[in-house]
Each structure stands twice: as C-alpha cells, then as structure tokens.
C-alpha cells in the first residue's frame, strides 16, 4: 500500500500570495498516477491535476502540480478567495487507492 | 454532461444494510470504471472499492471484505454500493466516482453528489 503524507495540514495566506502544498509518498512508483483534487464544505471532491503535472479541464493556469521522486508538488499562484478549501493528494495507480489526509488552506 | 447522481441520504439503525445508488449520464456506462469512496465527518476520504460495469467485476479494499458488495445494472446505467451490518462507525458521505481511461487506474471524474449515511440507534 502507498501511504501519502500530505504537509503542513493547514495553510493560511492572503489573496493574490502563492500556495505550496506537499504529499510524500512512502514508495517510489515510476508512473505518475497522482491526483489532486480541491474540496470546498459541503461539496464532492473536485479533479484539478492527474497525472502529477496535468491540469484537469477548465481548471485555470494557477493551479499547477509537480514532482520530484516521492514527492509531489501543488502550487497555487495568485491565491483568490474562492481557494479556500481542503486539498486532497490521492494515488490511483495500485491497490488500495489511498488519499493524504488533506490541507486546508485558509484564505486570510 | 457526464453526471452521476446518487440517491438521497439513509438512516440506519446499526446491524441493517444500506444500498446506495449512483445513476448515470452522458456516456457510456460499460466504458468506464465506478468507484466507491466514504468520507466521515470531519475526516478524510477512503477508498472502497471499484466495479468494472462491463463484466460486473469488482475489487474491495481489504477493511470492507465480506461487508460491501458493488453492483450495476447495465439497462439503467446505474451503478450500486451495498454496505452490511452497519456500525455507527459507518456513519458518513458515501461518493460514487468515474474513473478515467477505461481501466480501474484511472484519476477520478466526475464524483457524484455524495449520499450522507447516518448509522444510529
């Protein structure tokens, strides 16, 4: 099972600062299955990124996801109101799914 | 569109069983993977299983064996997550995905709406 640590579990910046939000996996995989996905209260869970760097459709260019071995990268630019909300790392690539435990990010 | 949309929230008394329902729409049912993903109040998401809606195949994850059962039925495009002997621990949204790419490893789109399960004496 790959377990995914997400960090910090929460975030709070101002409007139009830039977000990092990290999940480690605690085993390397050579494809990319990684997703991310943006949930406000109240709501499903929303794709913004599969394949660790591909942005979803009508997800707008803010949104960006990395990796570098284990680790994975989203970063939101030019943070609006409207992102707050907790993120979710989510690897699909083998059984079990597994989920990080999600960051809230909190806009001041 | 592609939609799936599930059925309305359940209370249970602890020990029944529960069927949540996920209709689909705009597109084709036996092309992609249905998963099942539960998230408890305040908490995180957890994956429980898919079902393949072409051959009816199915994959659980280990904690919920011999206690879910995921069904479909083709003609109505409908996708079924059954949960048994119910623990007020199972109290949570139940949430339907589409995986992507015509096989189970795809990247979840869309989810449903959620169908909140409340397990209580």
């Known amino acids: 099972e790959i377990m995914l640590t997400q960090s910090p579990d929460t975030l709070s910046l101002s409007p139009g600062e830039r977000a990092t939000l990290s999940c480690r996996a605690s085993?390397?995989?050579?494809?990319?299955?990684l997703a991310w996905y943006q949930q406000k209260p109240g709501q499903a869970p929303r794709l913004l990124i599969y394949?660790?760097?591909s942005r979803a459709t009508g997800i707008p260019d803010r949104f960006s996801g990395s990796t570098s071995g284990t680790d994975f990268t989203l970063t939101i630019s030019r943070l609006e109101p409207e992102d707050s909300a907790v993120y979710y790392c989510h690897h699909y690539g083998t059984s079990p799914r597994t989920f990080g435990q999600g960051t809230k990010l909190e806009i001041k | 569109q592609v939609q799936l949309v599930q059925s309305g929230a359940e209370v249970k008394k602890p020990g029944a069983s529960v069927k949540v329902s996920c209709r689909t729409s705009g597109y084709t049912f036996t092309d992609y993977y249905i998963h099942w993903v539960r998230q408890a109040p305040g908490q995180g998401l957890e994956w429980m299983g898919w079902?393949?809606?072409?051959?009816?195949?199915?994959m659980y994850a280990l904690r919920f064996q011999g206690r879910v059962t995921m069904t479909r039925d083709t003609s109505i495009s409908t996708a079924y997550m059954d949960l048994r002997r119910l623990r007020s621990d199972d109290t949570a949204v139940y949430y339907c995905a589409r995986a992507w790419g015509g096989t189970s490893r795809g990247w979840f789109d869309p989810w449903g709406q959620g169908t909140l399960v409340t397990v209580s004496s």
């Open positions: 085993q390397s995989d050579s494809s990319s299955y």
């Open positions: 079902i393949n809606p072409n051959s009816g195949g199915t």
């Open positions: 394949g660790a760097s």
